[in-house]
């Protein structure tokens, strides 16, 4: 009697259908599918940059671009032909299954004014949460030549290399960046800031994607924000984590959905960040 012969694509397939059951997933096949989104989503991308893309202001002053648009189709087109029972989060689109234990988070251009203005200070970020937890994210920054990406236990990586952040503990010897910060600065934790910069022994304004990856690489220690959604940080908050960093909201919360400010850095300054920032 011979056997059977199974085709790659049938044991592929036999994966995939593994993956969909109740509460597994292969989180490397769904690394897989995030960063195929994100190769996608660039190719459109690189299609408008610098290529005068007409832009229409959303009803919270926001930009948004053809680009935007697109480029968020591209990614749902890819992951959905993976996963097409999970939930689908989307700058530019209502949401889909919200419902769903499998939550994609996307945001196709994540610094759509940086891109508006010729700047490639801008990324694609794509997330995944399970049923509220983060486990999985890809920043991809592909004018800017990086792709960070994490899995949940399994660390980060950027362009390949393993990350890991610094093991900085004392502020004078800390780099600290800050993001977007204009409701911070109109509240009383706006001294607070103020003497923990004229403490650090360098400051820097890198926001959107690029002071995440530097942190998680060990290039600096602590980032500031209060002003940001969930769309803008859930694949970061897991590249942070997954390389040894910790990440919350300025009041110590864990990142989720209604999230809207950031401390992410070392152990070390996280925890004194915290306590400065604690009213």
Known sequence: MSATKVTRAQVELTQFERSMTAN???????????????AAAAHVIKHYYRNSAAVTIKADQSPVTQADVESELEIKRVLKSYFPEHGYYGEESAIE???????????????TKSFVRNYPIFSTQIALMHRGELVL????ASEFGEIASAVQGAGAELNGAALKVADTDLLAQAIVSTGNIKTLSRGPRWAVLA?????????????????YHLLAQGSLD????????????????VIVREAGGVITDLEGRAIALDTTSVLAGTPAMHALGLKLFAL
């Open 24 to 38: 597994t997933l292969d989180l490397n096949l769904a690394l897989c599918a995030a960063k195929e989104a994100a």
């Open 97 to 111: 299954r919200p419902d769903a234990d499998y939550l994609w988070l996307i945001d196709p251009i994540d610094g």
């Open 137 to 140: 994210g890809v920043s991809s």
């Open 195 to 211: 003497q923990l910069l004229q403490g650090a022994n360098r400051t820097r304004g890198y926001g959107d994607f690029y002071h």
């Open 222 to 237: 602590l980032v500031i924000e209060s002003d940001v959604n969930i769309l803008d940080i859930a694949a970061l908050a």
